[in-house]
């Protein structure tokens, strides 16, 4: 699904439209999709799936989506044993390992389970990752060779925070785009810095990509709040100041027809920014919609996510529409009509995407161990793919007969 907004100002018209996904884009590319929007295009699949997995396997501790393409899925995750941070590469069909790299990590588990954090990104014949504690790396995709590593601590003078780096990379262009405090655009075939934006606290949150006034932007939500900053060289463009608990802002922000949406748990709420003359306009602020870790996804015109541990759909007035407890805190990806739950007890939930009310099509079990679930769900293929944070990737199978 792709968003424009037209914002009416007097400044003049401002276009902001999300990015098209490139010819031939793997099916699932990396955090939140081929869109980034976290919304799979997939119409060919059951809601109901098969009883069993079709494959499982444990690949370590952390919160690592999944990125596949036609051949290959990738994941991360720490193995607590041995120390170190595992990159993998399965086959999406078997969950049989193609390669894997390993490096040395800490756990990071301070008030919660630690681990992993960052999803990796394909594009082409590499694949890019980045960790919570700052090693950048660039693989080639088919065998899992490193073509280049950046420690962005050293090379970038970055902070890791209070938990670390949490923002997966983004590809645009010829440019990797990271999120370490500042936003930063690296040559992705050679990994030199081209530039550096200013500082704008922890980084746990991906930025989106936008256009302003018919310029290249990013939307970055870090500590400090949310920056919109112009593609080439890093200028800001708008700032509007947003501070957390902890100095927690995680959640991707959302371009919408009506302006930037963003929100943040441990209480916060959200708000929809507007584009004004001289800043954001603050539409509306409130507590409907506070995104403690997973994010919320945009379908018609509404929002669906989870508010701490309440899933719900709100309206961009900021309006509840339905509320639907007892589900624990969890992640929400969409498709067309629908929405896939993962339920903080290990449930994978398909339901409709309508505003009326919660109307679940299916309930099952998919993940038994301990543990939480804050890791969005993926379609591709007809498959689904569930990852608990104790390193439980599950693949259910949904394709139709």
């Known amino acids: 699904m792709h968003t424009t907004a037209v914002l009416s100002l007097s400044l003049g018209w401002w276009l902001l439209v999300c990015p098209s996904p490139i010819d031939d884009a793997p099916s699932w590319p990396g955090w939140r999709g081929p869109a980034r929007d976290g919304i799979s295009t997939e119409t060919n699949w059951r809601e109901r799936g098969a009883e069993k997995d079709l494959w499982k396997r444990n690949v370590g501790l952390g919160y690592s989506a999944v990125a596949i393409d036609s051949k290959r899925l990738y994941t991360m995750g720490f193995d607590q044993e041995a120390g170190v941070d595992v990159v993998w590469c399965l086959d999406p069909m078997t969950g049989e390992e193609i390669w894997k790299h390993r490096y040395p990590a800490k756990i990071w588990n301070h008030l919660h389970g630690g681990g992993t954090l960052t999803t990796p990104t394909i594009h082409g014949d590499?694949?890019?990752?980045?960790?919570?504690?700052?090693?950048?790396?660039?693989?080639?995709?088919?065998?899992?060779?490193?073509?280049?590593?950046?420690?962005?601590?050293?090379?970038?003078?970055?902070?890791?925070?209070?938990?670390?780096?949490?923002?997966?990379?983004?590809?645009?262009?010829?440019?990797?785009?990271?999120?370490?405090?500042?936003?930063?655009?690296?040559?992705?075939?050679?990994?030199?810095?081209?530039?550096?934006?200013?500082?704008?606290?922890?980084?746990?949150?991906?930025?989106?990509?936008?256009?302003?006034?018919?310029?290249?932007?990013?939307?970055?939500?870090?500590?400090?709040?949310?920056?919109?900053?112009?593609?080439?060289?890093?200028r800001e463009l708008?700032?509007?100041?947003?501070?957390?608990?902890?100095?927690?802002?995680?959640?991707?922000?959302?371009?919408?027809?009506?302006?930037?949406?963003?929100?943040?748990?441990?209480?916060?709420?959200?708000?929809?920014?507007?584009?004004?003359?001289?800043?954001?306009?603050?539409?509306?602020?409130?507590?409907?919609?506070?995104?403690?870790?997973?994010?919320?996804?945009?379908?018609?015109?509404?929002?669906?996510?989870?508010?701490?541990?309440?899933?719900?759909?709100?309206?961009?007035?900021?309006?509840?529409?339905?509320?639907?407890?007892?589900?624990?805190?969890?992640?929400?990806?969409g498709a067309p009509g629908k929405l896939l739950v993962m339920s903080g007890k290990g449930e994978l939930i398909v339901a409709k995407a309508s505003p009326e009310k919660y109307d679940e099509l299916s309930k099952s079990r998919v993940i038994d161990a301990e543990g939480v679930f804050w890791t969005m769900p993926v379609l591709a293929g007809g498959l689904i793919y569930c990852r608990g944070s104790q390193g439980e990737l599950v693949c259910r199978d949904h394709r139709e007969d």
């Open 126 to 234: 590499a694949v890019y990752t980045l960790n919570r504690e700052g090693n950048l790396h660039c693989f080639e995709a088919e065998t899992g060779k490193v073509r280049w590593h950046v420690d962005v601590t050293e090379a970038l003078d970055a902070k890791t925070g209070t938990w670390g780096f949490a923002a997966s990379p983004l590809v645009e262009g010829d440019e990797l785009l990271v999120n370490v405090g500042k936003l930063v655009a690296l040559d992705r075939a050679t990994g030199e810095t081209r530039w550096q934006s200013k500082d704008y606290g922890h980084s746990y949150s991906t930025p989106s990509v936008c256009e302003v006034g018919g310029k290249a932007a990013l939307a970055v939500f870090n500590s400090n709040g949310l920056a919109v900053i112009e593609r080439e060289g890093g």
């Open 238 to 333: 708008f700032f509007h100041e947003w501070r957390t608990r902890y100095d927690i802002n995680a959640a991707t922000p959302i371009v919408t027809e009506r302006g930037v949406f963003i929100s943040s748990g441990l209480g916060r709420g959200a708000a929809l920014l507007a584009f004004g003359e001289e800043g954001f306009d603050v539409a509306w602020e409130n507590k409907a919609m506070r995104n403690k870790m997973s994010g919320c996804v945009l379908i018609d015109g509404h929002l669906y996510g989870f508010d701490e541990s309440v899933l719900k759909c709100i309206d961009l007035d900021g309006n509840v529409k339905w509320s639907e407890r007892g589900l624990g805190n969890g992640a929400v990806t």
